[in-house]
């Protein structure tokens, strides 16, 4: 995607990093005084952000820190503000929760936005910020999974039961019942639980509705028309109340004040362009 201020492209992962990784991107932007603001949106996944330019995030505190080069977007439930100003250019690894720890252990709290980093990807970050200044995203991306691939080699697999429940879970958009789960995988609710948490920072029913909750997103980036009563029918919800309660307790707005964001910043229905979402951009 492209248009007059803003790139945006997606790349699949090395093919030795599918599974764990979903997606890797560049997203190049020139903002104005009426583009810098963003709202980071919950999200199903853990992030892994390069980024060149003038970004800062509000802390609980309110007050506004500068991001640094390198950061994670770890598991979270609430949204958080972002002001960018001038160019940006980033460059974020997608990862599935619960093989993100196999790869960033003792590197990055996977907790929360913006978490500071260890050492090993500080040094990625030298290597990689030169080359995303310069606008050379495809080199910048292949130093970034030569390190990936490196850390594959001796990383621990999150355990099977882990693994198995997280790939029905997105299978499913987040459908799949966790008793029924934890039963064909010849444990309990509890046990589950424990080892979900462990490998992925949440439990599986708080991912499967933040799995909800990104495909209600998407759905409207796509259709901000939508009826939001078939939509919630679409997506599981007991009903319309219960669909608007979900998404206002993790974008901090309903679903129908989300699709006039989107709207107002895509008016001609080209749709959201992936990297940039309403209300302001998701890393």
């Keep these: 995607m492209t248009s007059a201020h803003v790139r945006y492209r997606e790349h699949a992962p090395h093919p030795l990093l599918r599974g764990a990784v979903q997606s890797c991107s560049f997203y190049e932007e020139r903002h104005t005084a009426s583009t810098e603001e963003h709202r980071l949106l919950p999200e199903a996944s853990i992030d892994l952000v390069f980024h060149c330019g003038d970004a800062r995030i509000e802390g609980r505190d309110g007050r506004l820190r500068p991001l640094p080069p390198v950061f994670v977007i770890g598991v979270r439930d609430e949204p958080a503000r972002m002001v960018s100003r001038g160019l940006s250019r980033v460059l974020g690894v997608r990862f599935h929760p619960w093989h993100a720890a196999s790869f960033l252990e003792h590197e990055a709290d996977l907790r929360g936005y913006g978490t500071m980093v260890g050492p090993g990807l500080r040094a990625l970050s030298a290597r990689v910020g030169p080359l995303l200044e310069a606008g050379e995203s495809g080199a910048a991306l292949g130093l970034i999974e030569g390190w990936l ?7 621990r697999r999150p355990a099977a039961p882990v693994e198995a429940a997280g790939i029905e879970l997105h299978a499913s958009h987040g459908g799949a019942r966790v008793g029924a ?13 424990r080892q979900f948490k462990r490998s992925a920072g949440v439990s599986p029913k ?10 209600a997103t998407e759905r409207l980036e796509l259709d901000p028309g939508a009826r939001l009563t078939a939509l919630a029918f679409e997506l599981g919800y007991a009903d319309q109340a219960h669909f608007t309660r979900e998404f206002r307790a993790f974008a901090g707005m309903s679903p129908g004040r989300y699709a006039d964001e989107v709207r107002r910043l895509w008016p001609r229905g080209e749709g959201a362009p992936g ?3 309403a209300g302001g951009a998701r890393a």
Excluded at 185 to 193: F, K, T
Aim: aromatic share 4%; no cysteine; charged share 30%.
């Design 181 to 193: 789960l934890a039963g064909r995988l010849g444990l309990s609710v509890r046990q589950l639980e």
């Design 206 to 215: 708080a991912l499967a509705r933040l799995i909800r909750f990104s495909r």
């Design 149 to 155: 691939l490196a850390r594959r080699r001796v990383a």
């Design 275 to 277: 990297a940039p979402r």
